[in-house]
Structure formats: structure tokens, C-alpha cells
């Protein structure tokens, strides 16, 4: 079998997946609608809300290993935050934060400049009053909308959501909505995954 191993920058309001189950009469934009390579699917998901980078392939062994939380593969994101956060609750999500019953792992978090991102449509409300912060998650896990719970767990809620890496592999280069080949370079360390 000829394995396929695409990297795509989701768009913000585009669906984790190909076909579109949702409410009838309703039509959302899917995957569909960028990636024309048939048979590949994602490795993990990004909520609708949420942008950025996505594996996809069509190689059911190296999907298991990069989504199953037994193997702690790295994920980083940028994370924009309402207000300004202080070094305690950065500190808590460092050291894990507990979310629907259960204590997340530990997370590298670092403070951001403001990164260079294309803009978002449509753009996150804008409040004259309330300061906004960037942050780089980095965690080892995937649970269901776990950034947005974790900031919201210490009291800074999340505005925007890019996913920036998988593992080694960078958003880089990618406008919304375009995808390419992964690079011999990028394929070298995931095939050892397999072995």
C-alpha cells in the first residue's frame, strides 16, 4: 500500500472531518473542502473554533501512535487569552490543572509576543477594557477542547486557538486552508515511530 502523509492548516470554522452529519439544511465547511487526496484522515482533531496545523494520512499505525496518549507526543499551541496572566497561574498549568474530574500532565508554558498570524474570520471580539495575552502550550495529551478548558480552569479564558506542532512537524509555510507532502526529512522520524 502507498501511504499518503499530508500537512494542512485548518481554517477556524472548518470541521475535523469530511463529511458533515450536523443539522440539516445547514451547510459547514469540512475538509473536503481544501484536501482533494482520498483516503487520508486526521491524526487527532481540532475543534470547529479552533486553527491550525493537522496531520493527515492514510497510515492506520502511525495515526494510533501519534493519537494515543500512551506515547506523549509533544503538541504546541498558541493560545490567546483574556487579560493578562500571572505567573501563579501559569504555574498551575505547568504543573497540570484538574478538568472534568481528572488532573491534566503537566504542560511547558511560556508568555508570547503577540505572533504573526494571518488574521482570523471572523476576528475574536475586541473589548477596549480587557487586555488579551498570547501563550505557548505545549502538552502531551489531546483530550477533547483541553487548551480551552485548562485556561479557562485558572481564570483566563480562550479567545484564539492555533495549533503551531505535532511532534517535530511546524505550521510554517502553510496559509489557511493549503496543505502539502511532508518532506523525506519530516516522514524520517514518524516512519521510525512504526518500526
Known amino acids: 500500500m502507498s501511504y499518503r502523509y499530508l500537512l494542512f492548516h485548518k481554517p477556524y470554522d472548518v470541521l475535523c472531518q469530511f ?60 493560545v490567546q487569552v483574556e487579560r493578562i496572566p500571572d505567573e501563579t497561574a501559569l504555574n498551575q498549568l505547568r504543573q497540570g490543572v484538574v478538568i472534568q474530574g481528572y488532573k491534566t500532565r503537566p504542560a511547558r508554558v511560556t508568555r508570547l509576543l503577540e505572533p504573526d498570524l494571518p488574521p482570523r474570520e471572523p476576528p475574536i471580539r475586541f473589548r477596549k477594557t480587557v487586555p488579551t495575552a498570547w ?20 481564570n483566563f479564558p480562550t479567545l484564539r486557538l492555533v495549533r503551531v506542532a505535532i511532534a517535530h512537524l511546524q505550521l510554517n509555510g502553510l496559509q489557511p486552508g493549503q496543505w502539502r507532502d511532508l518532506t523525506s526529512e519530516e516522514l524520517r522520524p514518524l516512519q521510525a515511530l512504526c518500526q
Open 19 to 78: 463529511t458533515d452529519d450536523g443539522v440539516e439544511g445547514l451547510k459547514r465547511r469540512t475538509l473536503k473542502d481544501y484536501v482533494s487526496v482520498p483516503g487520508v484522515y486526521p491524526v487527532g482533531r481540532l475543534d470547529r473554533d479552533s486553527e491550525g496545523l493537522l496531520l493527515l494520512t492514510n497510515h492506520g499505525a502511525l495515526q494510533h501512535r501519534l493519537s494515543d496518549p500512551r506515547f506523549q507526543h509533544p503538541r504546541t499551541y498558541w
Open 135 to 154: 501563550l505557548e502550550l505545549t502538552l502531551t495529551e489531546g483530550r477533547n477542547r483541553q487548551v480551552r478548558r485548562m485556561t479557562a480552569a485558572v
